[in-house]
């Protein structure tokens, strides 16, 4: 199995690089992982919506530039479904059950995805009604895949 984060715009914090570094190669224990980086596009000043529209449309582009016809694609979104750490680990393993080789995980840019991103996808998840910074949100997305691989392994992992 596969996996790709699918990010829009880059990492700046050290400390967030470092932990999520520490994570990916926790998880290459047990999947090839690949964090796939897109430019993020500039957001005017009190945007209309059609530029608002514009934007996610660009970044959508560049995103659905990295997906392949056959992964499985997973959206963070506030508008998905919230699973917990058991439900999220058996989404990953029937991916691997079913015969999908690989799945990519989106995270969009501030504005959200665009409408062709969000026709794409095979699922939406939350992981809050909270809202995370998008480079935090990396971090806990590869600490709960690492997560999901324990769980789907049987294995101890400290809660």
Not at 37 to 58: C, G, H, Y
Not at 78 to 84: A, N, R, S, T, Y
Request: net charge neutral.
């Amino acid at each position: 199995m596969k996996i790709k984060l699918i990010c829009v715009g880059k990492l700046k914090e050290k400390y967030l690089y470092d932990g999520i570094k520490e994570y990916l190669k926790r998880i290459s224990a047990y999947s090839d992982i690949e964090v796939i980086e897109v430019a993020d596009e500039r957001i005017p000043d009190n945007p209309s919506l059609a530029e608002e529209t514009i934007v996610k449309s660009k970044e959508g582009r560049r995103i659905l530039d990295k997906v392949k016809q056959d992964d499985y694609m997973i959206l963070l979104d506030v508008q998905g479904k919230e699973l917990d750490s058991i439900q999220f680990a058996e989404r990953i393993e029937d991916c691997m059950i079913n015969g999908k080789s690989t799945i990519d995980f989106v995270i969009g840019g501030s504005l959200g995805h665009g409408e062709d991103v969000l026709t794409r996808a095979n699922a939406r998840i939350s992981f809050s009604q909270m809202t995370f910074p998008h480079q935090l949100m990396r971090l806990i997305l590869v600490e709960q895949i690492y997560r999901a691989f324990k769980i789907i392994r049987h294995e101890t992992y400290h809660k």
